[in-house]
Antibody, heavy 121, light 107 residues
């Protein structure tokens, strides 16, 4: 059974960089079938797509966040990571890592449990 | 970006009721439409992909339909455990945007 687990600081100061890692177990992140991504959800609000990465390192970002986002992958550790720079209170959210099917419907079939990141001084 | 609009934003129904949630895309997305269920404090769970395909393990009372810009999620006989927020998502073009959610409560 595939499992995804987010890790990283739960509190980040304004203007600093948010950094999270997603550890994948029960399956290989190097598969050419899947993409790996990040989605966030501000408290009490809806879901926002942040971006995805393929095992080759190819990325796709939400244009609204593109100037501040970097997603990277470490196939040797079966992990991928998110960096979001120059954060403000508006970046406070539960951050989910997830697996997206690479073809057909391109649905998200596995999610991490989510981790709350609060931006505050 | 493609905008996804769900209706209603919330609804209340009784056990055994037939419930329908609608999702409309701002442009055609053919059948690149997925539905997720989210319970409080939990990650979303995939229910329906490609507009009408039932994800493995999801009860058959859930069904999806539609193509182009208009889609529906139907629960044929509402159960207490179906109390949740439901989201549609388009996977036609990146960024793969979500609807604003429909909160379903059991009377």
């Amino acid at each position: 059974q595939l499992q995804l687990q987010e890790s990283g600081p739960g509190l980040v100061k304004p203007s600093e960089t948010l950094s999270l890692t997603c550890s994948v177990s029960g399956g290989s992140i190097s598969s050419n079938i899947y993409y790996w991504g990040w989605i966030r959800q501000p408290p009490g609000r809806g879901l926002e797509w942040i971006g995805t990465i393929y095992y080759s390192g190819s990325t796709s970002y939400n244009p609204s966040l593109k100037s501040r986002v970097t997603i990277s992958i470490d196939t040797s550790k079966n992990q991928f990571s998110l960096k979001l720079s120059s954060v403000t209170a508006a970046d406070t959210a539960v951050y989910y890592c997830a697996r997206r099917i690479g073809s057909y419907a391109r649905e998200i079939d596995y999610w991490g449990q989510g981790t709350l990141v609060t931006v505050s001084s | 970006d493609i905008q996804m609009t769900q209706s209603p934003s919330s609804l209340s129904a009784s056990v055994g009721d037939r419930v329908t949630i609608t999702c409309r895309a701002s442009q055609t997305i053919t059948t690149y439409l997925n539905w997720y269920q989210q319970k409080p404090g939990k990650a979303p769970k995939l229910l329906i992909y490609a507009a009408s395909s039932l994800q493995t393990g999801v009860p058959s009372r859930f069904s999806g339909s539609g193509s182009g810009t208009d889609f529906t999620l139907t629960i044929s006989s509402l159960q207490p455990e179906d109390s949740a927020t439901y989201y549609c998502q388009q996977s036609y073009s990146s960024p793969y945007t979500f609807g604003q959610g429909t909160k379903l409560e059991i009377k």
